[in-house]
């Protein structure tokens, strides 16, 4: 054998390998994933099979008219209203195919039209009350007497993905008519009188004594909001695991604020084990194998919320994680019915065909989709105060598309390829930066004027400091920052293309002139010279502003006209107020022009019942093409033919006119992000939702900041003999006290100068090995005797042994190269310091860690909220323990106070107020 053999291949570990090895485990995972899909295939044949011979009971089909009809009956109110309100379209939709999927276990996609705040807690709650009120009528003996009362009705458990607090909102604005409830409830209780006791008792007990409510509060006051229960407390929620918050008990508003608390119950309606009816929540970071499995009985369906605000929840891949979840639900609760609501075409065509469509077997089998339906509903809430009428829909007879491509979509293109390979090569978090670049670039190309007249309008308007901070969003340096780190992968991938240091050039040309400022004074010149209205709809009151300003220097007729009243510049609401106006009024608009607007809002305004004869749609060719797409295959979804007719005439349309100005060849992925556009300078440092005690201070530059009492504001010292800054409660905040604003503007600077990314990426290397050293040397035998006597040491409140595992599960992060590392840690500080400190590790170095690495590695998402806030005003308070915590980032601090400086203003008024 040779003492030096030869290599076939040179032993390296470049960029190439990476990639390579990347793929290659990418390959393995997609290996596993069809294995275990095809194992479930396999398991569902065979259980199939065996339901012959009752291994498994047949499901309990349900009578889904007999359902609506009950719903039909069931009276409903707007909260502190006393007319009588009605279900909507959508959620009629809604109910009836949530009633469908329970009953066979199928699966259905409805997407409602417009896009709606979808609650899947109303849709429980709703399909709740058919089911109890489609119970069977039975007649019972009572102490001699005949009573009507009902036989046992079907159970309703549903489960919701990915959850989040705020889907209750809409269901916490419908009152239930307690007369009906309560009867109807009232008639299950009977069939008890003789014995038995269970859940399904509890559950009916309780609601049988809303009948005696009359809107008497406990402070003796009569207030109509308490007349009925709520929708939201029909059925309890929770974790499958137990945890769950204050209000999420069946009757929970009811109960604390008045009397019937008294009332003495089991409890076991409440108890996710037991109850009858109940509604599951899973979020996005739960564990979702274990949560599926503590549901031991079967829920009757899923709701799978596929709207934006749940998909950005889940993430750019969000498609992946909802297969996932599904194939796991089907793993351990095969009979399940899943309901998936979608809020735009793209959405809803995924869901369809991706995420629930079935593949026929062998290669190449087509895939068959999922059932779906679309609803029509002009009103966007629960209910409504009189039956719906049939939509009429006027004016759109000519709609006229004009766009732009060239550099601007050619270089959003190259970005968005570089995303991709990003992707594939597993650097998650460097694609995620480059679609804020190209969201940052569409929206920047989008404005009616240049940077640089932007920047001086709102100076001009507001201040140096509120420019300053509305500017913030169309910032790239920050970013490019970011990317261009010679340690990222983002910098070696782009090297070859240089789609970083075009996004450069493109947009400092941006500082002189954009693609929409040209666009813009054509369409502006029919308004000027025609004897009929005109309106003019930008994507925010500021934008529009902004191009008055620019268009008056141009356009000397304009003021005049605007004055008239004969043109309007405006946000969205703008047309919605000219649709309002009586008929005589209204019908004196002729022309609408709608200045970049996004895809969702393209496809929107077209689906308004009113709209001026001419249509005019402004925007750039990326945007055009996706919503050309969309709009056609809504149009075949929806059945209103004069809304089909319309959509149709724009897809044509923006078709046309995208292959005119060159964009020819269009990759259809994933849509791009809507461009939005800033409403206001507001420092909001409130967190949360619910009721809170809140400070509002405004400052003398025009900028605002939201924050609860105890929030700890940042004030400049001009008592010191140096410049220096202080913390104080928000409630001891005073007019004439200098604060330090850390908002948008301040954090994008902050950004650029200590590159947040890559220090908090080596942080976080150094957090986790340090954790992991120190759980290895606590005494204990065993990983699980570890886990309890660490968090037994960290007092209350307490944590689970379960959740502190996923905190020092660090093998594979520590192996991980720097842009793949996620921090281990708890979410919140104090929980955090608790951890840190059972570890034996200081209270300064681990506030560091705090700082540097757990925050810092956090979403852009809450970049711009109080967790960053926090760990920059520990930076300026206090640093002289930062610098000596920090002594390789000493200039950096410095020149991070010396920044803040410039973003100090004066208290103008300050107010206290509670926010519900």
């Known amino acids: 054998m040779a003492r030096n053999p030869s290599f076939p291949k040179p032993l390296r570990a470049d960029l190439d390998d990476r990639a390579e090895q990347r793929r290659a485990a990418l390959d393995k995972r997609q290996s596993l994933l069809s294995k275990m899909a095809k194992a479930s295939s396999d398991r569902a044949e065979v259980t199939s099979a065996m339901q012959s011979k009752q291994a498994i009971p047949k499901r309990t ?179 499958p695991r137990g945890e769950r918050s204050a209000n999420s008990k069946l009757l929970w508003r009811t109960r604390s604020k008045t009397d019937i608390v008294k009332q003495s119950r089991s409890g076991d309606a409440d108890d996710p084990s037991k109850a009858d009816f109940f509604l599951y929540t899973l979020r996005v970071g739960d564990q979702i194998s274990a949560d599926l499995r503590a549901i031991k009985r079967s829920p009757d369906l899923l709701i799978l919320d596929l709207t934006r605000n749940a998909r950005t929840r889940l993430g750019w891949n969000w498609v992946d994680k909802s297969t996932e979840f599904v194939a796991s639900l089907r793993e351990v609760h095969p009979m399940t019915g899943i309901l998936a609501i979608a809020d735009d075409p793209w959405t809803y065509r995924t869901a369809r065909f991706d995420v629930l469509g079935t593949r026929k077997p062998g290669r190449g089998g087509k895939v068959i989709p999922a059932i779906g339906h679309v609803a029509y509903s002009e009103v966007a809430n629960i209910v409504s105060p009189v039956a719906a009428e049939a939509p009429s829909f006027e004016g759109a007879d000519c709609i006229d598309v004009d766009g732009f491509f060239g550099e601007v979509d050619q270089n959003i293109e190259t970005l968005r390829r570089l995303a991709n390979s990003l992707d594939d090569k597993g650097d998650l978090k460097g694609a995620i930066v480059v679609r804020n670049l190209v969201a940052t670039v ?189 709009a056609g295959r809504l149009a075949d979804e929806i059945d209103i033919a004069p809304l089909a007719v319309r959509l149709r005439m724009f897809a044509r349309k923006a078709n046309e006119r995208v292959e005119e100005i060159g964009r020819h060849v269009v990759r259809f992925e994933m849509p791009p992000d809507d461009v939005e556009f800033p409403n206001g300078s507001v420092v909001d440092l409130s967190g949360g939702k619910g009721e809170r005690n809140l400070v509002e201070i405004e400052l003398k530059n025009g900028q605002r900041i939201i924050a609860r009492r105890s929030t700890e504001i940042v004030l400049r010292d001009d008592g010191a003999a140096t410049t220096s800054f202080v913390e104080r409660p928000a409630s001891q905040v005073k007019v004439g006290d ?85 921090p281990h840690a708890p979410q919140d500080q104090d929980t955090f310091m608790r951890f840190t400190a059972a570890l034996g590790i200081s209270e300064r170095m681990a506030g560091n860690f705090w700082r540097w690495a757990v925050v810092a590695q956090r979403s852009h998402r809450i970049r711009y909220g109080n967790v960053f806030h926090d760990a920059f005003r520990g930076i300026l308070t206090d640093p002289h323990a930062a610098i000596s915590s920090n002594r390789d980032r000493v200039d950096q601090i410095r020149m991070l106070r010396s920044m803040a400086e410039e973003h100090v203003a004066i208290v103008d008024k300050v107010r206290s107020f509670t926010a519900r």
Not at 144 to 172: I, K, M, N
Not at 555 to 581: M, Q, Y
């Open 61 to 239: 089909r349900r009578d889904v008219e007999r359902y609506m009809a009950a719903l039909a009956a069931q009276p409903f109110h707007q909260l502190g209203q006393s007319d009588t309100a009605v279900l909507t379209p959508s959620y009629a939709l809604l109910v009836r195919s949530a009633a469908e999927v329970a009953s066979d276990g199928s699966v259905q996609v409805v997407m409602p039209w417009p896009p709606v705040k979808v609650s899947p807690s109303a849709i429980t709650g709703l399909l709740t009350i058919a089911a109890i009120g489609s119970a069977e009528v039975k007649q019972f003996i009572i102490q001699g007497a005949t009573e009507t009362g009902r036989r046992r009705s079907d159970e309703v458990r549903a489960l919701v993905f990915p959850y989040a607090r705020g889907s209750h909102a809409q269901a916490r604005q419908v009152q239930v008519d307690r007369k009906v409830l309560g009867t109807v409830n009232f008639e299950h209780v009977k069939r008890y009188v003789k014995g038995g006791d269970d859940a399904a008792k509890d559950f009916h007990q309780v609601l049988a004594r809303v009948r005696n409510l009359t809107g008497r509060a406990s402070d003796g006051r009569e207030y109509a909001e308490f007349e009925h229960p709520i929708l939201d407390e029909i059925v309890p929620h929770g974790s």
């Open 442 to 630: 569409r929206r920047t190309a989008s404005l009616p004027g240049s940077l640089a007249e932007l920047s001086r309008f709102l100076e001009q308007e507001t201040s140096t400091a509120a420019a300053n901070d509305l500017l913030a969003i169309y910032r790239v340096t920050a970013d490019l920052a970011t990317l261009e780190d010679p340690r990222g992968l983002a910098n070696q991938v782009d090297a070859e293309t240089g789609a970083l240091a075009t996004t450069r050039e493109l947009m400092r040309n941006f500082g002189s002139a954009t693609p929409m400022t040209t666009l813009l004074e054509a369409a502006i010149l029919p308004a000027l010279r025609s004897s009929s209205k005109s309106v003019f709809v930008f994507r925010s009151e500021l934008v529009a502003e902004f191009a008055v300003n620019r268009l008056g220097i141009s356009h000397p007729k304009l003021a005049a006209r605007l004055e008239s009243g004969f043109i309007r510049f405006g946000g969205e609401r703008t047309l919605r107020g000219v649709a309002d106006l009586p008929r005589v009024a209204r019908n004196q608009f002729k022309r609408v022009v709608l200045v970049a607007p996004t895809r969702t809002s393209i496809l929107t305004t077209l689906t308004q019942p009113w709209l001026p004869e001419h249509v005019t749609v402004l925007a750039d060719a990326d945007t055009l093409a996706f919503a050309a797409r969309d």
């Open 738 to 822: 200098e604060v330090c604003v850390i908002g948008h503007g301040f954090i994008e600077r902050a950004r650029t100068l200590v590159n947040i990314r890559a220090t908090a990426a080596e942080e976080i290397r150094d957090y986790h090995q340090l954790v992991s050293d120190r759980f290895a040397a606590m005494p204990e035998p065993t990983t699980i005797g570890k886990l309890r006597s660490l968090v037994a040491t960290m007092g209350e409140p307490a944590v689970a042994p379960e959740t502190a595992r996923y905190w020092i599960d660090l093998g594979e992060e520590i192996e991980k190269p720097l842009h793949d590392v996620v």
